[in-house]
């Protein structure tokens, strides 16, 4: 099963990467690195699934990604 992750640093702590899965808002973690930050969210993925398969629930559907570029004035 995959999932997007989304990386990014952390506007508030400088060399702290966030790391999110949209399909499941309350799937975030961190790391120091974004290889770092990306391994924490494959776990706490993981853990997420092995959750829902208990309360017997079952998995969402990953979300549609799409890029919009603009022209910044």
């Known amino acids: 099963m995959r999932y997007t992750v989304v990386l990014r640093p952390d506007p508030e702590t400088p060399g702290v990467w966030l790391a999110e899965v949209p399909a499941l808002p309350w799937c975030a973690t961190f790391g120091h690195s974004p290889e770092e930050a990306l391994e924490n969210a494959r776990d706490a993925l993981e853990a997420a699934l092995e959750a829902l ?14 890029q919009v570029s603009l022209d910044a004035a």
Do not use: R
């Open 53 to 66: 398969k208990a309360l017997g629930e079952a998995p969402p559907p990953d979300v549609t990604v799409a």
